[in-house]
């Protein structure tokens, strides 16, 4: 039997990708920029709501370009969300300033207002107010965003919301990544819409055309107008190619569609294995309408099932499945930065994993990723779902 993806790329049926490509190629704009990556822009901009969309050759030089707006530069502090992938974290070392990371709460998975608050306060006794704020929607849940956005906004600190997992996710009638000062969005081959590789920055603010120009600016060498080649300022090549751009199109138009296939698999899920005893899904948001992008699930401390066993049974039939993002507060490249939780005592809960009792670390200690590819068919989940219930079982008799 084929192998079982956790989440792989999804063209169109109808083939629209290749429809915007082809038109890139009959009029020659191959590269540099061109219609496709001004339209897209354009595109998405209007499906979201955002004011202004500028398309990057990530979701990671994404990042990078928000803090570079914000002002972030060597030395200044940051507050991160802890439990993410490390692409969040990256660019703030990328400017020589300084991570703090945030715990995460139970409801949301993703930072804890709390958290953040209490980290606000400290660093505000000790003079160092952070720069910017990065806030994450993983795996397609919503952040606690009204209320970290209004803490942000008391102390008048930008907001970054790493909307790279959850594109397509709804919080009260309005897209992820138009909340903060900047969104940021990923392409990337396993996201839920992918060009290849890319990503995009979202301007939420009230100057959003000018931030987006001069992100346009360092996105594109940092070339100053004059004739000759002539640079006041260090640039970068983070522009989306315009033959890129066209996958983007054609994927934008079928966003609805993988939203809907992707929330079908979480609900197949719930409906299947979301009986068993000691094992639960990831949180559904009352105000939210999540995308889904990757079904994730606990399995409690009392289970005797552990995420390993379960994941080596399925990748005995060629099933791929993950751990939970290691919080990296737990990572070795960030062991001297800052954790700030609401959790008193931390200390190491699994020597093997390096996990902590925080919010964080249990939900990596417990949690697993279960395949979430548009592609699935029933079949092919009935069989995950076997797989997984025969294990719950199995070692919990
Ligand atoms: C994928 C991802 C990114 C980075 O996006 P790239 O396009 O791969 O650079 C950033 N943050 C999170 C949470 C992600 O999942």
Known sequence: MAHIFLSSPHMSEEGYEQAYIK????????????????EFEKEMA?????????????????????????????????????????????????????????????????????????????YTRLGKLPKAVIVVHLYGLCADIERIAAICKRYQ??????????????????YTGTFGDYGIISFNGNKIITTSGGGMLLCNTDDAEDQAQKVLFWATQ?????????????????????????????????????????????????????????????????DAYSNCWLTTIQLSDACKVKPVDIILALEDKDI???????????????????????????????EKMGADNSVAGGLFRRGICIPSDTKLTDIDLKRICIIIRDQVCMKNI
């Open 23 to 38: 038109e890139a190629f009959e009029t020659n704009w191959i590269a540099p920029l061109g219609k496709n990556v001004t």
């Open 46 to 122: 209007e499906k979201l709501n955002a004011t202004k969309a500028v398309a990057l050759s990530s979701g990671t030089a994404a990042i990078h370009m928000a803090l570079k707006a914000v002002g972030v530069q060597q030395g200044d502090i940051v507050f991160c969300q802890s439990l993410t992938f490390s692409a969040s974290a990256n660019p703030i070392v990328y400017e020589k300033a300084v991570p703090v990371f945030i715990d995460s709460d139970e409801r949301t998975w993703n930072m804890s207002s709390t958290s953040l608050q209490k980290a606000f306060e400290q």
């Open 157 to 174: 600190v930008p907001l970054i919301e790493d909307a790279a997992e959850s594109l397509g996710t709804i919080y009260k009638n309005q």
């Open 222 to 286: 940092a070339r100053e107008s004059a004739r000759w080649y002539q640079h006041k300022e260090i640039g970068y090549n983070y522009r989306m190619s315009n033959i890129v751009a066209g996958i983007g199109r054609g994927q934008l138009r079928v966003l609805d569609q993988r939203v809907e296939k992707k929330r079908y698999i979480y609900e197949y899920y719930q409906r299947h294995i979301g009986d068993l005893p000691g094992l639960c899904l990831m949180p559904m948001c009352q």
């Open 320 to 350: 791929e499945s993950r751990p939970v993002w290691k919080p990296m507060h737990l990572q070795p490249v960030f062991e001297n930065c800052d954790f700030i939780s609401e959790v008193e005592e931390l200390h190491i809960t699994d």
